[in-house]
C-alpha cells in the first residue's frame, strides 16, 4: 500500500468494523448514547424517567390527573484517548504488497479492542450488588450464578430483558466441568465469547476480565443497559515518517463508559480452586 493510494474514510470503517467484531465487554453496552464526539472530555447526555404509577380503573369515572414524571440525566464523560502509530519498511511493503499493512492494520483493532473492554472492566459503582465466592467449583459456581438471577430480578429486571455472564477463562473452566451450559457450534459467535446459556443469561467468556492480586476474578451479571459506552474512532492518517522509508498510520480512539443502571448489575467476585479430577 503506497502513502498515494491510502483511503483514510475506507481504513477508519475498515478499522471500526474491525473493533466491533473483536469487543465483548464494550458489545454488551448500550451504544444508543453515541452522540458527536469531537475529543477528548466531551460529555454525552443520558436521559432518563422516573417510574409510571399504575391505578385501578372504573368506568364512567374520571382517571387522576396526569403523573408528571420525573426525569434524570446523566453525564458520560469522555475520558480515554488512545492512540496508535506504526510504520512498515518500504522494502518490506514492497515485497508484501497490501498484506502486511492490512495486517498491522489487525494488529491495531485488535489491541484498541482489549485495551477498551479493560477499560468496561474496570469500571465500579457502590450501588452495584457483589456476590463473593472464594472457593468456586464446578458445583458451586451454579450457588453463585443462581443468586446472581435472583438479585437481578429482586432488582425488577423484567424477564424479558436480555441478561449477560461475563467470566474469565477460569471460571468458564468451571462452568464446562459442571456441563451444564447449553453450548453453540455457531464458529462466529464462538469467535466473539460467547461460549452458551445458563439460567436465563447468556454466557461470554473474555481473557480481560482479570484476578486481582488475591486471585480473584471479577465477573459481572448485567442487563444490556446497565454500562452505556460511547466512542469515536478520530482520524487515521498515512503519512510518510521523515527519517524512515516507508509507510506510517495513525489514529486516535476516544471512548468513555458508566455504570447508568447499578441496580441492573451484579458483581460476582469468584476464587476458583483445583478441584481433584481437574485436569
Not at 468494523?17 to 452522540?35: A, D, I, P, T
Not at 460467547?194 to 480473584?216: H, P
Not at 460476582?268 to 479430577?277: F, H, I, S, Y
Request: a negative charge; charged letters at 25%.
Amino acid at each position: 500500500m503506497a502513502i498515494s493510494n491510502f483511503i483514510p474514510t475506507l481504513w477508519s470503517e475498515t478499522l471500526y468494523e474491525e473493533l466491533k467484531k473483536n469487543y465483548v465487554g464494550v458489545k454488551l453496552c448500550n451504544r444508543e448514547f453515541e452522540g458527536e464526539i469531537r475529543g477528548e472530555g466531551d460529555r454525552v447526555k443520558i436521559a432518563g424517567v422516573g417510574p409510571v404509577t399504575v391505578f385501578n380503573y372504573q368506568k364512567n369515572t374520571d382517571m387522576p390527573a396526569p403523573e408528571v414524571l420525573s426525569d434524570t440525566e446523566r453525564t458520560l464523560v469522555i475520558d480515554q484517548a488512545k492512540g496508535f502509530n506504526f510504520c512498515i519498511d518500504s522494502i518490506d511493503l514492497a515485497q508484501s504488497k497490501k498484506t502486511l499493512m492490512q495486517a498491522a492494520m489487525k494488529e491495531a483493532s485488535d489491541a484498541l479492542a482489549d485495551v477498551a473492554d479493560q477499560y468496561v472492566y474496570s469500571l465500579t459503582d457502590n450501588a452495584v450488588e457483589v456476590l463473593e465466592n472464594n472457593a468456586v467449583t464446578a458445583e458451586s459456581i451454579l450457588g453463585t450464578i443462581s443468586d446472581a438471577r435472583r438479585k437481578l430480578m429482586e432488582a425488577n429486571v423484567p424477564n424479558s430483558a436480555k441478561i449477560s455472564l461475563e467470566v474469565s477463562p477460569a471460571i468458564e473452566q468451571k462452568l464446562v466441568l459442571a456441563k451444564v451450559l447449553r453450548s453453540t457450534d455457531n464458529a462466529a459467535d464462538l469467535s466473539r465469547g460467547y461460549i452458551g446459556s445458563l439460567m436465563g443469561f447468556d454466557i461470554y467468556v473474555t481473557n480481560n476480565i482479570r484476578a486481582n492480586e488475591s486471585g480473584v476474578y471479577r465477573c459481572i451479571a448485567r442487563t444490556g443497559r446497565a454500562i452505556a459506552f460511547a466512542e469515536q474512532l478520530g482520524r487515521v492518517k498515512a503519512y510518510e515518517p521523515e527519517l524512515r522509508h516507508g509507510d506510517a498510520v495513525k489514529g486516535l480512539h476516544l471512548y468513555g463508559a458508566k455504570i447508568v443502571y447499578p441496580k441492573e448489575m451484579v458483581f460476582l467476585d469468584l476464587k476458583p480452586v483445583v478441584e481433584q479430577d481437574q485436569p
